[in-house]
Nanobody, 127 residues
Framework: QGQLVQYGGGLVQAGDSLRLSCAAS????????MGWFRQAPGKEREFVGA????????YYNDSVKGRFTISRDNAKNTVYLQMNRLKPVDTAVYFC????????????????????WGQGTRVTVSS
């Protein structure tokens, strides 16, 4: 089984952009639908966005729609979360997740539907 290794994150100012990466090591993510979640201090983990196995379908939480974009490069076994126009409320630990599926165009938005998780990466947005 592969592992998910996350890269990116850090401290930025409101309005800045940041890109997170999630690489599958020891395996391939071509059979997996992928998702991004985040957990702010003192809050439950929430869904950010998801992408289907074939990359053709994406779905976002309304709070990030139009600002965040998920993409994937299956040749590199990597999924990306591009975050633009960041706000202080986006401050959280971000997690990528993977779910093996035979459905090429299906996405998943419940954390219980994912089997594999990245280690998390902290994003802090200052005002």
């Amino acid at each position: 089984q592969g592992q998910l290794v996350q890269y990116g994150g850090g401290l930025v100012q409101a309005g800045d952009s940041l890109r997170l990466s999630c690489a599958a090591s020891g395996g391939t993510d071509t059979d997996y639908a992928m998702g991004w979640f985040r957990q702010a201090p003192g809050k439950e983990r929430e869904f950010v966005g998801a992408i289907s196995r074939n990359g053709g379908v994406t779905y976002y939480n309304d709070s990030v729609k139009g600002r965040f974009t998920i993409s994937r490069d299956n040749a590199k076994n990597t999924v990306y979360l591009q975050m633009n126009r960041l706000k202080p409320v986006d401050t959280a630990v971000y997690f990528c997740a993977a779910r093996r599926t035979y459905m090429a165009s299906t996405y998943y938005y419940r954390d219980g539907e994912y089997s594999y998780w990245g280690q998390g990466t902290r994003v802090t947005v200052s005002s």
